[in-house]
């Protein structure tokens, strides 16, 4: 189970295109077909704005996808450029934090020191220039410490009210800030005070060496990780996706599949702080039509002009 990793640029991307919080957004409209469409249409205008970040961190070769198959419909058109090898896709029931271990375990055994982004999809930011010179900065400061897994902790003055909080320690400008706890949507009292303390919000953009991730996956999750690679790579075509079928993993139960969480503080990893981004996750399910006009703005305007605002 090898992807590889185009020699012109070391680094590579890794799009979760079925995060969380999508998933919850998508599971709790289906029922509601014409509500269902727009969120998928929000769901896209996301994705193609996570296609272009990811291909400013790497060459289109050097992105990967963590997707569901069931929404398939969803992510395809925006990730039309990825290569069929490239792609990791849950059958329903897989949770996708497997498909994107299988992605980063399969980077791992074929280039062991290449700096990977795990890029959610679930997110905007109005400067987008922010977003990616912090980036930046944190890859060149990992290749001096690969055994080290970092996130981006987001310092604004406007959080979303669906964010996790990441609590941390001292920081340095090279080494990050020990993530010392996390605080998983608390209320906007709890919220407030968190910040006032120093607490960050958790982006979910994880970054570090291909090895870095690997080395914890079989330290936390060894079972899982033996059997991604025997599964993933048993019966899998050099040209072909990575299918994570339901049928083989029957015999895991539901709960230590989902105990794989590749985020703070279960994976251990360094806090970096970002300032002044314009951070804003995805808003709640009733707020399906402000994001809906969002997506459309961003659509007209591009990522980075004057004209991107937040939902109202």
């Known amino acids: 189970m090898k992807v590889k990793i185009s020699a012109s640029q070391a680094g ?34 996301f994705l193609r704005q996570a296609s272009l970040r ?15 198959e069931e ?34 375990l399969s980077v791992a055994a074929g280039s062991p020191s290449c700096l990977v982004t795990i890029l959610p999809s679930d997110f905007w930011v109005a400067r987008e220039s922010v977003l990616a010179e912090a980036i ?26 669906d964010e996790d909080y990441l609590i941390v320690g001292p ?38 060496h291909a090895q870095a991730f690997a080395a914890r996956i079989h330290k936390y999750w060894p079972h899982l990780a033996r059997e991604l690679t025997d599964v993933m790579g048993s019966d899998h075509s050099p040209e072909a996706e990575h299918r994570l079928a339901s049928d083989a ?17 279960t994976f251990p990893m360094r806090a970096f702080r970002v300032q002044g981004s314009g951070w804003c996750s ?6 399906v039509q402000s994001a809906r006009a969002f997506s459309l703005r961003t659509s007209s305007y ?8 937040y939902p109202r």
């Not at 340095?172 to 607490?199: D, M, V």
């Not at 993993?249 to 503080?265: D, E, G, T």
């Not at 591009?302 to 605002?309: D, V, W």
Request: glycine share 8%; aromatic share 4%.
């Open 249 to 265: 993993y029957q015999h895991i139960s539901r709960s230590v599949m989902s105990s794989m969480r590749l985020s703070p503080p």
């Open 71 to 104: 929404d398939r419909s969803v992510w395809t058109g925006p990730l039309w450029f990825t290569q069929p090898a490239n792609r990791f896709i849950s059958d329903r029931g897989v949770p996708t934090s497997l498909s994107t271990a299988a992605a980063v």
């Open 136 to 161: 930046e900065k944190v890859l060149t400061a990992l290749r001096w410490v690969p055994g080290t897994v970092a996130t981006l902790g987001m310092s604004d003055t406007h959080p979303g009210t």
């Open 171 to 208: 920081a340095s400008s090279q080494t990050g800030a020990a993530i010392q706890a996390k605080a998983n949507r608390p209320g906007p009292s709890a919220a407030k005070q968190l910040l006032k303390e120093g607490a960050l919000v958790a982006s979910g953009i994880l970054l570090g």
């Open 282 to 287: 995805r808003k709640p399910l009733n707020d």
């Open 54 to 68: 990811a291909r400013r961190i790497a060459s289109a070769a050097n992105v990967l996808v963590s997707a569901r």
């Open 12 to 45: 590579c991307c890794i799009i979760n295109a079925n995060d969380e919080r999508s998933d919850r957004l998508m599971e709790g409209l289906r029922q509601w077909p014409q509500i269902f469409q727009q969120a998928a249409i929000i769901k896209r205008g």
């Open 302 to 309: 591009g990522l980075n002009s004057a004209r991107t605002e």
